[in-house]
């Protein structure tokens, strides 16, 4: 067994979703367990160098976390030639730039979502990469959520039958700032800095409908800014000029029609902070992150409608839970492990950049519904 090394520049690590779920809990993670293996026996071992303009943080989270390379020269980054792959996650209006930038160096790239907020750019940018003939991934972290493959597997099975609507709701409440610090970053609430949860979601919302249950052909969508003023990280009162809500619902091939509910502004009275909630002929489930209940048509009860007497059903107790069968691992990991197979050896892969531009004409679909208050086909891209 043979060791193979694969540098990795990553760029954007000092945000919470690039430390946190990228630097950590993905690669360092991949790399304390000695990397992973190929095909072939041999090993891949992963070598990052973390990269960001502001060397006391990088160099603080290289310590930390004993990585033997940081630096803030970008360029200098793209120009070493044992560095095979480059990956961002910092803001959304870079972003486009910083991966043409990596695959004119010669670089592979893989990058969080969305590519861009423009879909020209994010088409564009799928074109670039596939005429390179370098290897290009967006992350699709959800489709790896436990929770998620379990509903796919109730699909493949045949659970369902004739899948006939998807219900999902996803979010929580985002402080304002003033008397609780905010969980998200004030940019989320800003327009110009990439802001807005339609930008944000639609985009994950395009790969679990397409991958799951089926193309979207439609949109119809709703946005909302419900808070107009929230307090930033410096303790300043800023506007908001962005959505903070969106209400949409989505024609699917094979006519299954999905609802999807995305809100910074929403207490949460569910299973987990994300729940879809999926209708077929001969059966439903449930899932959240990590859990998933069904039931069968020969295990639904029969309710009656009597608005006179309180409910005595317990409609909870109707369902029964999908076992852990297998093991769960980080769903951001596994797909960076799928990345990184795919790089080393050609192994399968399904995410390049054409399914983040996907995501991006989803939003711009949404957005241009909630302006124009109307039903907008999806039409096929084309690379």
């Known amino acids: 067994m043979a060791q193979r090394r694969l540098g990795i520049i990553m760029h954007g690590v000092t945000g ?44 603080a989270l290289a310590k930390k976390h004993d990585i033997a390379r940081w630096g803030t020269d970008l360029d200098a980054a793209l120009a070493n030639p044992d560095d095979e792959i480059f990956f961002d996650a910092g803001t959304t209006l870079m972003r486009a730039g910083l991966l043409e930038r990596a695959l004119a160096a010669g670089k592979h790239v893989y990058c969080e979502k969305p590519t861009s907020d423009d879909l020209e750019v994010a088409v564009n940018l799928a074109k670039t990469a596939r005429a390179s003939g370098l290897k290009h991934g967006v992350v699709q972290d959800k489709l790896f959520l436990p929770g998620l493959l379990k509903l796919k597997m109730l699909r493949d099975s045949g659970f369902f039958g004739k899948i006939l609507s998807v219900r999902g709701e996803f979010g929580y409440w985002v402080f304002e700032g003033d008397w609780q610090k905010a969980q998200r970053p004030s940019w989320n609430y800003r327009k110009n800095d990439g802001g807005g949860i339609i930008l944000d979601m639609l985009c994950h919302w395009r790969y679990v409908m397409d991958n799951l249950f089926g193309e979207v052909r439609a949109v119809s969508c709703l946005g909302a800014t419900h808070i107009p003023q929230r307090v930033d990280e410096n303790g300043k009162v800023f506007d908001c000029d962005t ?88 769903g951001f990991k596994a797909q960076w492990e799928m990345f990184l197979r795919h790089v080393a050896e050609d192994a399968p892969w399904e995410y390049g950049l054409e399914a983040g531009a996907k995501g991006v004409q989803l939003a711009e679909l949404g957005l241009r519904s909630w302006e124009e208050r109307r039903w907008l086909d999806v039409p096929k891209l084309e690379f």
């Open 243 to 330: 959505d903070d809500a969106a209400y949409a619902t989505f024609e699917l091939e094979g006519g299954v029609i999905a609802q999807i509910n995305s809100s910074w502004t929403t207490r949460v009275r569910r299973d987990d902070l994300v729940t879809f909630h999926v209708d077929g002929t001969h059966g439903s489930a449930v899932a959240g992150l990590h859990k998933c209940w069904t039931q069968h048509r020969v295990n639904t009860p029969k309710p009656v409608w009597n608005p006179d007497q309180p409910q005595t059903m317990d409609f909870f107790a109707d369902w029964e839970e999908v076992p852990d069968n297998w093991p769960a691992d980080n």
């Open 16 to 59: 919470r979703m690039g430390y946190n779920q990228h630097l950590v809990r993905s690669i360092l993670a991949i790399r304390d367990q000695g990397g992973i293996a190929l095909a072939n026996g041999d090993r891949l071992v992963v070598d990052p160098i973390i990269v960001g303009r502001d060397p006391k943080k990088i160099e």
